[in-house]
């Protein structure tokens, strides 16, 4: 079986935009060891591609949720709080990262500065 096979099944593998449990389960039986892994890699490369992580320090409030929900429409969500953040938000999409954050504003900030007055 080609790559390319593999990645229309992975695609195949969907029902109304969710990983469907029972079509991956019928796939996996019928794969060789190989295969299964190269499977499993199209699955999480297709999984990765229709989600997006956001990292804040707190959740967002219903406003901000439909907002950000209307800005990456047709992808699954994933809210993850880390209180390390100060007043900001990280977006990872598929293999891109936003960081955007006063920590690292401040931290750019005083490296500019300081690279000035040596």
Partial sequence: ????QLKNLALQSYTKDLLDQKK?????RLLTRFQLKQYI????????QKTINIVLP????KTDQQMLSRLFAGKR?????DKTLL?????????????LNLKDTLDN???????GYD
């Fill in 24 to 28: 991956v389960e019928s796939v996996a």
């Fill in 77 to 81: 969500i994933i809210y993850h709080v």
């Fill in 41 to 48: 890699r199209e699955l999480r490369n297709s999984e990765s």
């Fill in 109 to 115: 900030l005083f490296t500019f500065v300081s690279s």
């Fill in 1 to 4: 079986m080609t790559k390319k």
């Fill in 58 to 61: 707190h959740l967002p409030a």
């Fill in 87 to 99: 007043l900001g938000i990280k977006i990872i999409d598929n293999d891109q990262v936003y960081d």
